[in-house]
């Protein structure tokens, strides 16, 4: 008889070492986003930071000069609101607003409307070299503001222009420097220049929308309008919303175009934009504090405006604002019935409550107690 004997391996627990974390090591790891950070946190606080502070201090201070030029002594001192009374006190200034807020109602939602239009067009299956064609459509945002104004302004100017030329052999006499047509040659150069770049801001929206999106849309039998108006236009709101956005910002810093244009159009004086009435109380005028008070009624302005755009862009569908109403409603009417079941049982209680504590509530209880 054999006896088998079974060796078991013996089991040794053998710890791992662990990982220290040194104290420098977490120092170092806390400090290296701070360190990337920094060469842009020293840009944007030295470049946008100062300069606002500095707008806004210098809009509350006032310079009094002694003598015709200054020359007899300069001292500044606080000047409360009175900058901001001069301002707004100036009739050219509230002009120059009125004026951009037309140019803004009338020549962001055209751009919009053509960006948009081409974006679908780049973007749909039909589309033939849209590579080239966005190229071209952007080529014109890449030409400096400057330049484009004075490339157009020779299209404008009679007896330069080609183009009235053309218009004059016709027997059309067109004015484009005029008074009542400059904000609008003004508005044909600004759509030129970003209709472009808003568009790529679209096609890159369109881009991301899934495929399969699409081929849904595919089998349920939808033609190219009804893809692009109930599927592809609420798909790129978002975009449509921040070019919006852009281009009423813009439309308040509207600066360099009507600058130049004022060279060849007599109707386009120093105050025509709100920008250029601040650039001429700071650079001719030498009035600063009024100037700093002009821009920051501008970005005010400018922000006054695009949060009520973006209020009323984010408003949610009627559907979801009926049934909020009607579950507040009906939040309010039972809050109101259960004040009134409370009130009627307090009246209740307080009635009855005499009853039990006088002498006959005394009696008749205790002669329920007797029986």
Not at 76 to 87: H, K, M
Request: hydrophobic share 50%.
């Amino acid at each position: 008889m054999t006896q088998q004997t079974s060796t078991t391996p013996s089991r040794q627990t053998s710890a791992k070492p662990g990982f220290r974390t040194s104290t420098k090591a977490t120092v170092a790891q806390k400090r290296a986003p701070w360190m990337l950070l920094a060469p842009f946190l020293a840009l944007f606080v030295l470049t946008f930071i100062i300069p606002i502070i500095s707008a806004l201090f210098q809009s509350f201070t006032t310079v009094d000069r002694k003598g015709l030029f200054g020359e007899d002594g300069v001292t500044g001192r606080f000047a409360g609101f009175d900058n901001y009374i001069t301002a707004l006190n100036d009739t050219g200034f509230v002009a120059s607003i009125g004026r951009m807020l037309l140019f803004g109602v009338v020549q962001v939602p055209v751009m919009i409307i053509a960006c948009t239009i081409l974006a679908l067009l780049l973007e749909s299956a039909s589309a033939r070299w849209p590579g080239f064609f966005r190229a071209v459509y952007f080529m014109p945002y890449g030409v400096p503001g400057v330049i484009a104004t004075i490339l157009w302004s020779f299209l404008y100017v009679p007896g330069l222009s080609p183009i009235v030329s053309m218009l004059q052999a016709i027997g059309l006499q067109p004015d484009f420097l005029g008074a009542n047509s400059v904000l609008w040659s003004i508005a044909n150069i600004v759509t030129w220049t970003y209709t472009g770049y808003n568009m790529l801001i679209i096609v890159a929206q369109l881009k991301s929308i899934p495929g399969e999106v699409y081929e849904a849309a595919k089998v349920d039998g939808a033609n190219a309008f009804q893809v692009a108006w109930r599927i592809q236009i609420p798909l790129i709101a978002p975009a449509l919303v921040l070019t919006t956005v852009f281009s009423i910002i813009g439309t308040l810093q509207l600066f360099a175009e009507p600058q130049i244009l004022s060279t060849v159009a007599p109707a386009i004086d120093s105050e025509y934009t709100p920008n250029y009435a601040a650039y001429t109380n700071a650079f001719a005028f030498n009035e600063y504090g009024v100037a700093s008070a002009q821009a920051v009624i501008i970005a005010l302005a400018a922000f006054i405006l695009s949060f009520a755009f973006l209020a009323l862009t984010n408003r949610p569908p009627k559907d979801e604002r009926d049934n909020r109403k009607r579950a507040r409603r009906d939040g309010l009417e039972a809050q109101r019935a259960l004040q009134t079941r409370v009130s009627a049982r307090q009246v209740v209680t307080t009635q009855a409550a005499p009853g039990l504590q006088g002498p006959s509530g005394l009696q008749n209880g205790t002669k329920g107690a007797d029986a």
